[in-house]
Every structure is written in structure tokens, then in C-alpha cells.
DNA sequence: GTTAGCACTCATATTAATCGAGTGCTAACC
DNA sequence: GGTTAGCACTCGATTAATATGAGTGCTAAC
């Protein structure tokens, strides 16, 4: 038995229905809503067949049938039909041009919560590839030296070092100029350690502190190794009774909220790769264990440079792929302009 | 009909019994509960009474009784023993030396929800009196200038300014020198217009930039002014059944991600003040509207130099007040000791 | 292959019956 | 006077019994 035109048909109108209603679906709501002309009696025959091949779920015996993970996986890769059109009008008005990174990035989630009544997670992008663009040494006072340290896309960090020894005005001007002439232009990885036994040396007698600037600019690059990510729109998942219940809604907010288990799906989805740059995973196909009632759909965006972070939607399994998928593409594409500008 | 010793003591075992099961507790329970050695019979005498007064409710008529929100206020302000004993060992291993104020702040919320399992906030230190410590200008290149702007308690703040006319490093220098000979020190209030218009002038040409870097200086401390606020926790309200229906779960969990209704809460703890820095908002009193069944315990740390932010607790009525205000204490006294280390 | 028809299933809703914790009140007691 | 034993009463919660109806699977006929 296969999975021939009808039965696709068929297990289309199922999957639709089932999105739009959440209840499952009967054979004669099928015989109506499709353009088959077939008898609800037929429409069961070939709902037994669905059912056999895995594709759709009885609740219970007499119960219409609701889409299993392989039903929704099908209907995702082989059915669905992207939209493209409103959506886009949608948020161009709301991503405001934001001089800070992250407020940009607060606001996306925002939007995107907004937009798809799902939750949404934004993840900063990863500075991993990054080039250093400055790094500036200040005195701020007798014990305390500042190092800003801006690496390319200007995301900007700074680190504040107690310092021991006494460095006057001078010196700090001069260790400025050695570092920056250097280090500017290169990425974390070319500063090898060879690089900074010659540095260290040059430095003299303030070489001790020079390690300690090298040592901030690797931690400051690094740290964002453990990834900032912003959600928004956490109570939405009270709008799915299927995800209402205590247990599951105290699950999916507490990931929300630790994004440690974010983090691994940012991961993930950094490090694979689909032709669109979207992924779905739906279901048990979900990376964080607690979310399995979950479908989570992310996407990749890239602000160049290597600049790369996740952008994702957490809901129902039956979630409105369209709509999200079309919400994550049009949100990809304004960040890009909104960089480019 | 007043509130004399004996009725005292009943309501007090009322209250701590109801915030032990979250059950309306009966007269035999009160009976056995206290040593007053009074049948079941003269208790439900007294509570008759007590409840005519107003401090007590029943559900339904075969019900037991449960606080008021005015039983909880006379219990907080006159029967609670405060325990500090145990609590502050909990935390003092938790709290690491953290040169990064937001990581500590977040850890002080995770802290602080872990200890209590109730949702915790924690406000960053409003700067509005924070004194100017240094501007530093970097050229990063043609079109680009940075400013950081490091304020008292270490606070450091970053704009990043595109600029038209060419600047070469000796100006960059120069201005760098004016801005901090004369703004270093000073308070926001204290940069006023005459002090502005003096140093354009000295700017000669470059007095646009100047303009527009003082604005970034103002920016950037005001900004504060919405307030960044670390919550912690949510998912704890699901462990209080009072909390954990859809709608209100949905509506603090909502407050919690959004924080506006929060930073009211800060701005009015902040302007409030009482002899021990704590405030036990319960029930209606509540500022936030949609957390009428929650009570809120806030309490106001101080860093020293004016920065000053708010910790606080939210969840249900029946909280262990005892414990949460030991634990708030607690927080601000160890946020002070790790400050002034 | 398709379909009408029908017996069957089972979650959900409705109603009724029972239980029991806790009350209020009365009358007796100290 | 305050205190208490005793008892009828209330009402939410629990359980059981009963209906409802959406939807199925199967059979037999078209």
C-alpha cells in the first residue's frame, strides 16, 4: 500500500482541518471539506489505510483522526504551500532602525511572538568568526584600567582590570598603539600564541599586563560562547490546551526562561544546514527533551561577517507552518536590510 | 467588639495554618493547634466574631476559614517572628564575586526564586545621581566614533556615533581631553546649559560633535530610567494551585516577560520607604493590577552613591511572609558586602 | 471501487446519590 | 458570665448511573 494522490489529498485536508480546529477530524467533515466527491464511507476506508501507514492517530475509538509526527513531517515537506504575501507588510513597520543590537533583538522576538501568537526566541548572533576592529586602553583611576574591546559588527565589550603596578598616562597611550597596531583586522583565531610571547615582550615590564589584555579580549569574544537569547511571548502557550496543562506550560516557560535548552537548539541549528535556512522540528524530532509536545521552527540569520544567530518559534505541534515559517523568513530578510542599512 | 489577646492568638494560628496546608482550617484544627486549651465549640464562637471583624473569610458555608487580605496584613505587621537564622548561610556560598553587575543581578533573581519557590525580580541600579567618571572617544575609523561613558559603581556604557566631518586622532585626543577636564565628577544634574555652551565654544569646529556626544552622556545615564529588570522563577507559581489556572498563570507570566507593570512596582518601592526596606504589598494592594491574588515583598538595596535598584517576591497570598523577608534581607546585605569588597 | 446502512464504541455531559468536614445554635454546666 | 457537649444542617466534593452523540468499522448491495 502506498501513499498515492488520494490519500495525499486526503491526509491534507486532515492535517488543515486539524490546524485550524484542533479537534480531530471525522470522515464525513472530509467528504465535505474536500472536492473529491467521495463518500464519507470511502473517506474512512482510505482514513484505516492513513492510519495503517503511520500518518495519522486515533485518540480513541470513536474519535475522528488527528495528524501523528510523520502526518505533520509529511505535510510540512511535501504539502504545504508558503504564503509570502502579507506577512511581509506585517513588520516592516515595526522593526524600527535600533542602533543597539540588543534592543533590536528584544524587539524581533517581540514582533515575532506578536505576529505568530507563539513563543519566539532570538538568539544573539555568535561572534565566533569575528574580527577585532579596537581595542582602547583608559586609566580610569590609580587601580583601575578599562579595556573596551570592539570587534566587528561593533558589537562593543568592556572589561574593567584592577591593576597593581602604577602605568601613568603615557604608557597606556603607548601599549594603546602596540596592541591596536597588532591585533586590529585579526580574527580570535589568528592571534596564536606566538603573536603573544612577541607582544609580551615588546611590552617590557608591562608584559604582565598585556597578557592580561589578550586574556580579557579572548575571554570577552568567548564568553559569548554561552549565547544571549531573548524570548518573548512565553504566555502564549496558554492560548493551546494542549500545552496549558501545569506540567507542560511550567516546562516550556521554565526553558524559556533558563535557555540553557535553547542554547543547544541554537547549536543545532547554527551547525546544520537546509537550503532555506529553515528547520522544523516537530515533535519527538525536538532537541530539548521537555518540549515534545512542542513543534519548534527556527531559522539562521546572517548579518555577514560570520555574524550568525537563530531565530525560532516555539508552539502547538499544530502550529500555523505557513504563517511561521513565512513570519521567520520576513523577519531574516529586515534584519539583513535593517544591517545593511 | 475588638481584636483582644485571645482572638489574636486564634487568628494567628488560622494564618499559619492556612500558609502550612493552603486549606481552610476548621475550628477543631484551632482547637488542637493552640495551647489555649479551648474546645472546638468557643473557637468557632471566636471565629464567628473575627470573621464579623473581618480578618477571616469563609469559602462556603461548611467551610473552614481562610485569611482576609486584612488578616494577612495584621499577621505581617504584628504577629510575624522573623526567623534569620538559617537563611543566610543558603545564600552566602550562592552569591560569587561577579565583576559583571547584570550577571550578578541575574544571579541574585535566580537566587532568590530557588530559595523561596516564588517568582523573583530584580531591578537594576537606577543611576539617576551617578556621578560622570570618564568619556573616552576612540576614532574606529573614518565614519565611526565611539564613545564609552563610565559612570560611578562601574557602570559602562557604549554609543557608537557616525560622523560626517573628518576627524584625525590628535582631535579625537584633544576632545578627549577637554570633555573629562571638565565633565569628570559631575552629576547628570550638574552638566548644565552654560557649562554645554562653554564647551562648544572651546570645541571650535568640532562643537556639532561635542553637542552630540553630551546628548550621548545624557542618553545613556537616562536610558536607565526604564529600568532593565532580572526575573527569575516563573515557572514557580505552578507549584501554587491558587496561581496555576490558565488565566492567571497567563497573566504573571505575562507581567514577569513584559516588566512594565514591574517597573512600577520598582519605581514605587523606590519612592516608598519604610524603617526596614521592606514592603509587603498583599492581595488588592497590590500595585500591579493583574496580581491581585499574588502579595509582592519588595525591598530596596543600596550600592552606595545613589544606586539603589529593588529585589523582590512574588507569589501567593498564603507565602511564607517569615521566609521572604529573611531572604530579601539577607540578598541586600550580601549585595552590600560583595559591592564593598 | 463506491456507498448506504447499521450496530457498536467511548469520551463527554448530565443528573442523582452519597459523604463528610465544618458550621451555627441550643441547652446545660461551671 | 464564659464554656462546652450535642445535634441538625449546609454545601462542596466524590462517586455512580445514565444519557448523548460523534464517529467508527463492517457488511451487503450497487
Redesign the pocket.
Known sequence: MELNE?KMTILKAIVRNYLETG?????????KFTDL????????????DL?ELGYII????????IPSDLGYRIYVDAMMVEKTKEVEELKVSLLEKEERLDHLLKQTAKLLATNTNYASMVSAPSLHRNKLKLIQLSRVNDTQLLVVIVVEGNVIKNRLLDITEDINEETVLKLNILLNTHLNGLSIEEINLGMITNLKKQAGIHSDIVAEIIDEVAKAIHEEEDLEIYTSGANNIFKYPELADNKNASEIISNLEEKKALNELVVKTLSGDSDTGIQVYIGNESPVDTMKDCSIVTATYDLGDGMKGTIGIIGPKRMDYEKVVDNLKGVMKELDSIYKK
Chains 1, 2 share one sequence.
Open positions: 488520494r479537534e480531530p477530524v471525522g470522515s464525513r467533515t472530509i467528504s466527491n467521495l463518500s464519507s464511507a470511502t473517506i474512512r476506508n482510505e482514513m484505516a492510519e486515533q485518540p480513541h475509538t470513536s474519535a475522528g483522526r
